[in-house]
């Protein structure tokens, strides 16, 4: 089993960038795939991206492709989004999500097996 606790959310103007960092307890990282999700209110939670346990592969929302990058270090037990040129429409609950699986992640969010608490990301002026 892995806890995951997401940090670096905030509020910040269209344009900005932002690294969300995804830190999970345990010795077993490596053997999770990683992913991360967004709900804004009144939606329902949505694919962002994920990414293999060697961090060669990973697979982003057709929207957010160019903009975020996902990105995993498994010596920290850390997952990361970079998350570049944001726009208010990214205002969301972020996500962590790990699959117990280390070439598993799909993009619904039922198939995933351990959730973080989130973070929020305001984009306003």
């Known amino acids: 089993q892995v806890q995951l606790v997401e940090s670096g959310g905030g509020l910040v103007q269209p344009g900005d960038s932002l690294r969300l960092s995804c830190a999970a307890s345990g010795r077993t990282f490596r053997r999770y795939a990683m992913g991360w999700f967004r709900q804004a209110p009144g939606k329902e939670r949505e694919f962002v991206a994920s990414?293999?346990?060697?961090?060669?592969?990973?697979y982003y929302a057709n929207s957010l492709k160019g903009r975020f990058t996902i990105s995993r270090d498994n010596a920290k037990n850390t997952a990361y989004l970079q998350m570049n040129s944001l726009k208010p429409e990214d205002t969301a609950v972020y996500y962590c999500?790990?699959?117990?699986?280390?070439?598993?992640?799909?993009?619904?969010?039922?198939?995933?097996?351990?959730w973080g608490q989130g973070t929020q990301v305001t984009v306003s002026s």
């Open positions: 990414i293999h346990w060697n961090g060669d592969t990973s």
């Open positions: 999500a790990a699959d117990d699986h280390p070439f598993g992640g799909t993009r619904a969010a039922t198939t995933w097996d351990y």
